[in-house]
């Protein structure tokens, strides 16, 4: 098995669209959040909904006619890709750009058959929307050529493959707030069995009345129109999650790129684990049994034991059901007994829930604690749930070295990822 490193990160996310940026928010506990009105419609006479979201600065995305987007003028993109790519398209790009320079990859090195790209991407129901509507005004008989390629799943790896050239494995995943977590799962697997030496990961959402309205039908969504408590994992009065739109982007490259290419790694992957809840479509086993499996399968197979991890990004949406599965597994697993130090916090209660791009954002943030030496406390959290009793939830940032550090995702039908990231030592 070839060790299985990170070299780089990359970020549009709302709590920052840099590297700089998003160290700056997570020691100063600042979220990215702003109210929003969602789903008004001046031609359908609909008032639409006012809702705390993440942010995403500098950019407007709101169209479904590229020409009509709002892209920071730090970022190029030539018209013929942004015609194909989908409104969360620019963000991908972005942080994937970011994510190369950091490991500074030469772009040659991109097609020669030893580097692949894993996306997640739900695809985008806005365009997904407008496209059919245009077709059904036609009669069904004339439609935007770009109009699939831009808005159905897998929409990401079909554009940034040809864009980046990749000869190597491509592929999307779809398995709903666990997508981005499996891709980096199998890109490690990629490496760590010796079939690509780089993998490059990008996942991204929209952030529409059409991507985040439809929470609001399963009572998922918060209504608590401030932006300091609307997102407060584990804490009592939770009542359910921010959403995002944004990207984040990571490096994965194996030991001897690395070493050829003459690169610093940032941190190491150990690990990974998966499991199912095999319970509900839509909701968590009660008791985490899933999430709880995918720990200990990826603890298992790095070698580590609880008691050994510093800090868990834990997958905490701010939903009171959600968090409280995860509590209790964290509890089974021995992380609330009076001898494990381990600190667990949510990052989601700074960058709200960023749905299909939530386990890469955290993973990449992950990796940004690590390098940096920080714990980021959780944001909002002011009366602690009794189920997370015994649980040590710092509230405030707080610097200190950490050498293993446990990412947690979970996903619609029980669907669980857990990573589980190293120092370089």
């Known amino acids: 098995m070839n060790q299985v ?20 928010s ?6 990215g959040f702003a109210r929003k ?7 359908a006479g609909t008032a639409g909904v006012e809702l705390v979201c993440g942010d995403v600065k500098g950019f407007d995305l709101s169209s479904c006619d590229f020409r009509d987007w709002r892209i920071p003028d730090s970022h190029r993109f030539n018209t013929s890709l942004l015609r194909c790519l989908p409104p969360h398209g620019p963000y991908a790009v972005t942080a994937l750009e970011q994510a190369i320079d950091m490991a500074e990859i030469d772009r040659t090195d991109l097609g020669d058959g030893h580097c692949g790209l894993f996306c997640a991407s739900p695809g985008s129901p806005a365009m997904t929307r407008h496209y059919l509507n245009r077709m059904a005004a036609s009669g069904w008989r004339r439609g935007p050529p770009m109009g699939i390629v831009s808005s159905v ?4 790896n079909f554009n940034l493959a040809t864009h980046y050239g990749i000869t190597g494995a491509s592929c999307g995943f779809v398995s709903a707030c666990a997508s981005s977590s499996h891709a980096i799962g199998y890109a ?4 760590a069995l010796g079939r690509q030496d780089l993998m490059l990961i990008v996942a991204a959402e929209d952030s529409s009345a059409e991507s985040l309205l439809p929470f609001l039908g399963m009572n ?12 407060r994992p584990f804490d009592r009065q939770r009542d359910g999650f921010v959403g995002t ?7 994965l490259e194996s030991a001897a790129s690395a070493q050829r290419r003459g690169r610093t790694p940032i941190a190491e992957l150990l690990g990974w684990g998966q499991a199912s809840d095999g319970y509900n479509v839509a909701a968590p086993h009660p008791q985490g049994k899933g999430i709880r499996r995918a720990m200990e399968i990826c603890l298992q197979s790095s070698g580590v034991n609880a008691r050994q991890v510093d800090w868990i990004n834990a997958h905490a949406t701010s939903t009171p059901a959600g968090d409280r599965a995860e509590a209790t597994a964290l509890t ?3 992380f609330a007994d009076d001898d494990n130090n381990t600190s667990i916090s949510s990052t989601k209660g700074l960058t709200g829930h960023g749905l299909s791009y939530a386990g890469a954002l955290e993973a990449a943030i992950c990796v940004l604690a690590i390098k940096e030496g920080l714990i980021p406390g959780n944001a909002g959290l002011k009366q602690i749930d009794p189920c997370c009793a015994g649980l040590n939830l710092p509230v405030e940032t707080r610097a200190q070295p950490l050498n293993y550090v446990l990412n947690n995702s979970c996903g619609f039908g029980g669907a669980n990822v857990c990573h589980l990231f190293a120092a370089i030592t």
């Open 5 to 24: 490193l990170v070299t780089g990160l990359g970020f549009a996310t709302s709590i920052g669209t840099r590297y700089d940026e998003v160290l700056e």
């Open 26 to 31: 997570l020691r100063g506990l600042s979220n």
């Open 37 to 43: 009105q969602l789903g008004e419609d001046a031609v």
């Open 153 to 156: 799943a897998g929409t990401l």
């Open 188 to 191: 490690f697997d990629e490496i």
């Open 220 to 231: 998922a969504l918060t209504l608590n129109p401030d932006t300091h408590s609307a997102s």
């Open 245 to 251: 739109g944004g990207a984040a982007a990571l490096i």
């Open 332 to 334: 089974d697993l021995g």
